[in-house]
């Protein structure tokens, strides 16, 4: 039963479309469900001379992968150090809360100032929205950490530098899985918007952005869904991740 | 062997610059394969004694010397037992009990080796693969127990380890704390709020005084174990200690 219930909504949304797509009759502005299922359906058949749905999908989770991997490899470090030392985080705090509301594409024009249209500039973008929830988190992450289990390991005889890859890590490994669950969500939201930028040749936003110049409503449609899908993937991969891995966390008592 | 504690003080400096006197002065001798309960009245002292002694805090004045070398910091003579929950809920209990010799850097199959003696030991043959959340409470103690012995320290500091476990329990638990401390013959210190515990297990009670604590009295139980707690001789002990706690704890509280 409770499995269906979430498909209700959806299916009258569809439903509705469908009546609405036929009484304007208007693919420039309603495009029928029939014909952006055609797209989906053929997803390696180039689109518009812009290649596939399959390639620029590719091309999008090529980009927010690389930013999110350099986001995490300067994020956590820099989480444990300020997680570790209250006197850095202290004196980083008031910058990180300044920066942080800051969205990711306000950050655009200085980009293509610093690196100029292309990968880097993308990179840069994707980077600034992955870095902040993975940095706060390693920290809570840290700070999380019981102060029992590294007395524990110190008293069994635990250098600084084992406390760190036995205690403290596995500890905060948790939290700092949500933080890179978090950032990679805002990476994946934010790859799409700086891919609808001028300069850029390939990656969904792209598609969908190329395809509006052209009116093909249903490409755009189709662009989004699989948009839609790719986050939902990911996501679920992290959530299955953190129950396999973490599972002590919640079942700790 | 020999742990000498030497003019031991401790005061703690608060954050709106008071410092409060802790514990001391305190002198206390302990020999080798002794099992001394310390008890005292809450607030006392008796955990700032045990982590001090545990090298994870430092002693404001005064020594701890075992075997007339000076202790600072962690020692891996010493192993501590926790009240609260100290297992890492990450690893199984085989890897629980194999921390400390993973952190010397003993390969896989010699620590998991001794880890199962150890946990033979304390009773949990068949638990090795399981995680600390499936475990009870006692369950859990006991493997906090294998993990300080798989060090093979010479002393162990157990603070109020049984505190959280229920009676019956935490019965079982003594009798066994008892059988394992006479095939290992470590020398313990053994905080607890229960004086029947104290005196079931120990052979001196230390009674503190109020903070900062120092010594109020010595008590020797002079029975063997196993102890028949009903025992005349042994409730008289019992009587009068707790008579010192009682008296101790109520010397000028207001109600
Ligand atoms: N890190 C600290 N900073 C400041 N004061 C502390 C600190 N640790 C302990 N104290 C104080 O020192 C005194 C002794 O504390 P301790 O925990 O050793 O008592 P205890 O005898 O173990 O008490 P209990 O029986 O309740 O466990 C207490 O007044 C406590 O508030
Ligand atoms: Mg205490």
Request: glycine share 10%; with cysteine; net charge positive.
């Given at each position: ?253 | ?27 206390l001798?302990v020999?080798?394969?002794e099992f001394v309960c310390i008890l005292g009245p809450s607030?006392c002292g008796k955990t700032?004694l045990l ?30 037992i926790?009240q ?72 162990l500091l157990m603070d109020e380890p049984f505190g959280?476990i229920?009676a019956?329990?935490r019965n079982?638990m003594q009798r066994e704390l008892l059988?394992?401390w ?5 020398t313990v210190l053994f905080v607890t709020h229960s004086v029947d515990e104290a005196v079931y297990l120990a052979d001196r009670i230390v009674i503190l005084t109020?903070?900062?604590g120092?010594i109020k009295e010595i008590v020797p139980v002079p029975h063997h174990h196993p102890r028949e707690r009903t025992e005349?001789s042994f409730v008289e002990i019992r009587r009068y200690v707790l008579r010192q706690i009682t008296e101790e704890s ?6």
């Amino acid at each position: 039963m409770k499995r269906w219930t979430g498909i209700v909504v959806p299916l009258m949304i569809m439903a509705g479309w469908e009546v609405a797509a036929i009484l304007i009759s208007n693919p420039f502005i309603l495009p029928r469900l029939g014909t952006i299922v055609e797209v989906l359906m053929r997803p390696a058949d180039d689109l518009l001379g812009t290649g596939s749905l399959l390639y620029n999908a590719w091309r999008s989770v090529q980009r927010v992968g690389l930013g999110f991997l350099v986001a995490a490899l300067i994020g956590i470090p820099c989480g444990i150090a300020m997680g570790r030392y209250r006197w850095l985080n202290q004196l980083m705090d008031t910058t990180l809360q300044a920066l942080r509301p800051i969205p990711p594409l306000a950050w655009v024009p200085l980009a293509l100032a610093w690196f100029r249209i292309g990968l880097t500039s993308i990179v840069f973008i994707i980077f600034i929205g992955a870095f902040f929830p993975i940095l706060i988190n390693t920290i809570d992450g840290v700070k999380s950490v019981k102060k029992t289990w590294m007395e524990v390991a110190l008293t069994l005889g635990t250098s600084e530098f084992r406390l760190l890859t036995k205690v403290i890590l596995p500890g905060a490994a948790p939290i700092v899985w949500t933080g890179l669950r978090l950032g990679f969500g805002i990476a994946w939201m934010t790859v799409v918007a700086a891919e609808m930028l001028p300069g850029t040749i390939s990656g969904l936003g792209y598609l969908i952005m190329y395809a509006y110049n052209f009116g093909q409503v249903n490409v755009i449609i189709a662009g989004m869904v699989v948009i839609g899908l790719i986050g939902i993937a990911i996501d679920l991969i992290f959530k299955q991740g953190e129950k396999v891995w973490f599972g002590w966390r919640s079942l700790e008592r | 062997m020999k742990l000498r504690i030497t003019d031991l003080t401790k005061s703690f400096t608060l954050e709106d610059g008071n410092t409060i006197e802790a514990l001391g002065p305190l002198n206390l001798e302990v020999s080798d394969g002794e099992f001394v309960c310390i008890l005292g009245p809450s607030g006392c002292g008796k955990t700032t004694l045990l982590r001090i002694i545990g090298g994870l805090e430092r002693p404001t004045s005064g020594t701890i010397s075992l075997n007339s070398a000076t202790i600072e910091g962690p020692n891996p003579s010493m192993a501590m037992i926790f009240q609260e929950y100290s297992l890492f809920p990450w690893r199984s209990v085989l890897d629980n009990v194999a921390f400390g010799l993973e952190v010397r850097g003993l390969p896989k199959e010699e620590r998991h080796r001794i880890a199962r003696k150890y946990i033979e030991l304390v009773g949990l043959s068949g638990f090795e693969a399981n995680k600390p959340y499936e475990l009870s409470g006692g369950m859990r103690q006991r493997v906090a127990v294998a993990r300080a012995l798989a060090i093979e320290p010479k002393v162990l500091l157990m603070d109020e380890p049984f505190g959280a476990i229920d009676a019956q329990a935490r019965n079982k638990m003594q009798r066994e704390l008892l059988q394992i401390w006479e095939k290992t013959r470590k020398t313990v210190l053994f905080v607890t709020h229960s004086v029947d515990e104290a005196v079931y297990l120990a052979d001196r009670i230390v009674i503190l005084t109020r903070r900062p604590g120092r010594i109020k009295e010595i008590v020797p139980v002079p029975h063997h174990h196993p102890r028949e707690r009903t025992e005349p001789s042994f409730v008289e002990i019992r009587r009068y200690v707790l008579r010192q706690i009682t008296e101790e704890s109520e010397i000028g509280t207001p109600h």
